[in-house]
């Protein structure tokens, strides 16, 4: 069963800087399509960016400059890198599956504000 332990959320001030992580078990990233996913209070969670088991990467247009999905196949490791954070940035991040997301994880806080 695919499990995801997201962390390296935070507080900054708009124009900071964040790299998520999400550790990965249960299933195998070389073969798995993986995305960022973020909720903002009272919106539905959406997904942000897309990295193919192949490493073909898809980035929500409204963050394509500012956001990067990478991920390291070994460490079992999906990363966000967020620069030039908003305060519309402000939300909690998920990582799962791109197809039938499995059970969800905790996500990590993302708060951007003066």
């Known amino acids: 069963q695919a499990q995801f332990v997201e962390t390296g959320g935070g507080l900054v001030h708009p124009g900071g800087s964040l790299r998520l992580s999400c550790e990965v078990s249960?299933?195998?990233?070389?073969?798995?399509?993986m995305g960022w996913y973020r909720q903002a209070p009272g919106q539905q969670r959406e997904l942000v960016a897309v990295?193919?088991?192949?490493?073909?990467?898809t980035v929500q247009e409204s963050v394509r400059d500012r956001f990067t999905i990478s991920k390291d196949n070994d460490k079992s490791t999906l990363y966000l890198k967020t620069e030039n954070l908003k305060p519309e940035d402000t939300a909690v991040y998920y990582c799962?599956?791109?197809?039938?997301?499995?059970?969800w994880g905790q996500g990590t806080q993302v708060t951007i504000a003066a």
């Open positions: 990295i193919s088991g192949g490493g073909e990467i």
């Open positions: 799962n599956k791109c197809v039938r997301p499995a059970h």
């Open positions: 249960g299933i195998f990233l070389s073969s798995t399509c």
